[in-house]
């Protein structure tokens, strides 16, 4: 099976043969042949001007047609192609509906922010050690909004909501400085703060015993907080960092240059003018939640689209 989720952000890829229906057991990994990610600001600008630029199609285009020819030399059966934020908020989405149609052969779905939810729910969890503690409280922080899930293995989803407090819509919004300012980081958060407030009151976060954090700004986050010297998924997969450290990142990053966080190591170069907002967004919903902790995930929607072509029956 192939998956793509298209964010704000980035483009990601995931090739993976789903477990054998005959193992019997329901927590079965997949097995990856394939992930990647791309940074290509699909949502540049959106925020203010409501249209996808032609410049981030075709920066999308490129590497959805690297990721078509995997897909056609690992001998993919089935493709789903997840498009989210930036996709549902612009007025020429029909123009990236084309391209991906003309490129991958399939047509994107631009998915609800539920279904985006409850897809980020089902890849997280799946893969939780079994020692976890339930409920989990499930954020997905993507560029242009974030995803609030509370739920168990047994039940799944209780409650979803999708709020648009992305890294990259909170940057452009709120944090032009390099660095920026007091007061433009006070402004960001108190925006963040409103968003995650109301999403609090729909979705109950705050008796979850779990936070799970995903995407790329959480593992990012997390490999700094553990003074990683390259960006590692292992180390970074399931571990679990104070509010305490977190904190200090955040404010380390909201005091630094472009420059100075590109030269962290695990710093991708595509994260580093968004990454102070991604680590303000946790930092925030941490506090508003009452999280001491939050354990990253690197497994999230991606894996949860790559389950959800299972068929029926093994489910």
């Not at 939780?128 to 739920?151: C, N, Q, R, W, Y």
């Amino acid at each position: 099976m192939a998956a793509i989720d298209c964010g704000t952000n980035s483009i990601r890829l995931l090739v993976a043969d789903l477990p054998d229906d005959s193992a019997g057991s329901p927590a079965a990994p997949l097995v990856d042949l394939t992930r990647r990610m791309e940074i290509v600001r699909l949502g540049e600008g959106v925020d203010r001007t409501g249209r996808l630029a032609p410049e981030a199609i075709e920066r999308t285009r490129v590497a959805l047609a690297s990721y078509a020819a995997d897909i056609e030399k690992l001998g993919a059966e089935r493709v789903r192609m997840c498009a989210t934020s930036a996709s549902r908020d612009a007025a020429n989405a029909a123009d990236f509906t084309e391209m991906v149609q003309r490129t991958l052969g399939v047509a994107p779905e631009v998915v609800t922010g539920d279904e985006e939810a409850r897809l980020s729910f089902t890849g997280a969890v799946r893969g939780l050690p079994a020692d976890a503690k339930a409920p989990f409280l499930v954020v997905d922080i993507g560029g242009g909004s974030t995803e609030f899930v509370v739920g168990d293995r047994e039940a799944g989803v209780r409650a979803a909501i999708s709020v648009d407090i992305g890294c990259v819509r909170m940057t452009e919004r709120h944090l032009p400085g390099d660095p920026p300012t007091a007061e433009q980081v006070a402004a960001a958060q108190a925006d963040i703060a409103a968003a995650v407030d109301r999403a609090l009151a729909v979705v109950p976060g705050r008796e979850a015993a779990t936070l799970v954090g995903l995407a790329g700004s959480v593992t990012t986050v997390v490999a700094i907080a553990q003074g990683l010297q390259e960006y590692d998924p292992e180390r970074i997969h399931h571990a679990r960092v104070s509010y305490e450290a977190v904190a200090q990142v955040t404010a380390d990053l909201l005091g630094q240059t472009r420059a100075q966080r590109l030269a962290n190591p695990v710093m991708h170069p595509g994260r580093a003018d968004v990454i102070g907002a991604g680590a303000l967004v946790l930092r925030v919903i941490m506090e508003r939640a009452g999280m001491p902790s939050v354990v990253a995930s690197e497994h999230d929607i991606l894996d949860g689209i790559a389950w959800s072509l299972q068929p029926a029956t093994a489910r």
